[in-house]
T-cell receptor, first 115, second 118 residues
């Protein structure tokens, strides 16, 4: 079955450490996205990529970095510069680059806890 | 700037009764509207969308939504609620006038927790 795989499901890190969240899709989608979800705040866009080797900052990119070396993969690194990294992170993809009518397909998320 | 408001943090209904989850939006151009559902510790699942055409849109699991341009609303409805419908629901909007970018930013509402009681 096609879909988006995020790993790991739960991740625990000490403050000051960088951590990388994995996102892989086999839907052959061009566009991929990273969102952060906090209780009562909806989803906020961190980074998005419309094509391989290109990505753009979203609304809350500070303290995060991404890469898009392959169409299928869009890993997110949460750096030590991110002040409040504990959150639920969601990766998504869509079939059309700039396709406004195309819904996003989401992975099942990674819950990151930093202590 | 585009925005979405879901005025109710929580909606409670009895099983078998109709349900409505409210959503209003603000965009400069024409809206592309979406509803998603999220179960605990899972990603979002797409339910339905409005792009153009009929104001009443039908989606997955018996859900439908009504687009009202004059009221800038896109309320989610279901004629008969099930306990299994209990989840977190998100409304989202894209503006057809995305400026010079080729990316149409998708803005989400805060979410509404739907609880269906047996």
């Amino acid at each position: 079955d096609g879909g988006i795989t995020q790993s790991p499901k739960y991740l625990f890190r000490k403050e000051g450490q960088n951590v990388t969240l994995s996102c892989e899709q086999n839907l052959n989608h061009d566009a991929m996205y990273w969102y952060r979800q906090d209780p009562g705040q909806g989803l906020r866009l961190i980074y998005y990529s419309q094509i391989v080797n290109d990505f753009q900052k979203g609304d809350i990119a500070e303290g995060y970095s991404v890469s898009r070396e392959k169409k299928e993969s869009f890993p997110l690194t949460v750096t030590s510069a991110q002040k409040n990294p504990t959150a639920f992170y969601l990766c998504a993809s869509s079939v059309e680059t700039g396709g406004y009518g195309s819904p996003l397909h989401f992975g099942n998320g990674t819950r990151l806890t930093v202590t | 700037a585009q925005s979405v408001a879901q005025p109710e943090d929580q909606v409670n209904v009895a099983e078998g009764n109709p349900l409505t989850v409210k959503c209003t939006y603000s965009v400069s151009g024409n809206p592309y509207l979406f509803w998603y559902v999220q179960y605990p510790n899972r990603g979002l699942q797409f339910l339905l969308k409005y792009i153009t055409g009929d104001n009443l849109v039908k989606g997955s699991y018996g859900f439908e939504a009504e687009f009202n341009k004059s009221q800038t609303s896109f309320h989610l409805k279901k004629p008969s609620a099930l306990v299994s419908d209990s989840a977190l629901y998100f409304c989202a909007v894209r503006d057809s006038n995305a400026g010079g970018t080729s990316y149409g930013k998708l803005t989400f509402g805060q979410g509404t927790i739907l609880t269906v009681h047996p």
